[in-house]
């Protein structure tokens, strides 16, 4: 069946630091959709991505849709201790359903 | 604000007793989920509901069986709880059947299961 992977499981970064999380799925993705969730928290939608080679920003955090839409990724750019979380990618295929990967947990040392 | 909200942020239960997690949503939601989620694993799903009294296995149902009796509310049922189910329990809504709709997820219910 359809799977999502992710890596890297963990990152650790200084302040200011970038930071990168990959998504690769075995099947072509209708649409690809990004959460964060903050410790002790729950997931939050962060954003959806749908088109081939779709590339989108917020403030500091930009989401890629691969061409062959089997990927994608979220950018950090200079991270902050607000950052910290778990970022969760979940892609849309043949069902319903959304597969999510395993997740980024994401540490920001001050 | 869609909200979504579980019976119980924590809960302690013994092996084979019967665990009834509660899920409620208040936005007329068509779609509901149970998630569960465990370091290194991720979101597994376990359960959804594409409507009221309808329901479809997710990728890990083993265990578990579920009810939607009404629109807004989603129940997960451990019939004889098990120590390899002591996890984190995510329930999520969302409007309608698709996945290019966002899913809101509730705040979580940590099961320990002694």
């Known amino acids: 069946g359809q799977q999502v992977m992710q890596i890297p499981q963990y990152q650790h970064v200084q302040e200011g630091e970038d930071f990168t999380t990959y998504c690769n799925s075995s099947?072509?993705?209708?649409?690809i959709q990004w959460y964060k969730q903050r410790p002790g928290g729950h997931p939050v939608f962060l954003i959806q991505?749908?088109?081939?080679?779709e590339v989108k920003k917020q403030k500091r955090l930009t989401f890629q849709f691969g061409e062959a839409k089997k990927n994608s990724s979220l950018h950090i750019t200079a991270t902050q201790t607000t950052d910290v979380g778990t970022y969760f990618c979940g892609g849309g295929g043949a069902t319903n359903k959304l597969i999510f990967g395993t997740g980024t947990l994401l540490a920001v040392q001050p | 604000d869609v909200k979504v909200t579980q019976s119980s942020r924590y809960l302690v239960k013994r092996t084979g007793e019967k665990v009834f997690l509660e899920c409620v949503q208040d936005?007329?939601?068509?779609?509901m989920f149970w998630y569960r989620q465990d370091p290194g694993l991720g979101l597994r799903l376990i359960y959804f509901s594409y409507d009221v009294k309808m329901k479809e296995k997710g990728d890990i149902p083993e265990g578990y069986s579920v009810s939607r009796e009404k629109k807004e509310r989603f129940s997960l049922i451990l019939e004889s709880a098990s120590t390899n189910q002591t996890s984190m329990y995510l329930c999520a809504s969302r409007i309608r059947a698709s996945p290019s709709y966002e899913q809101y997820f509730g705040p979580g219910t940590r099961l320990t299961v002694t």
């Open positions: 099947t072509t993705l209708s649409n």
């Open positions: 936005m007329d939601h068509e779609n």
């Open positions: 991505l749908v088109k081939s080679g």
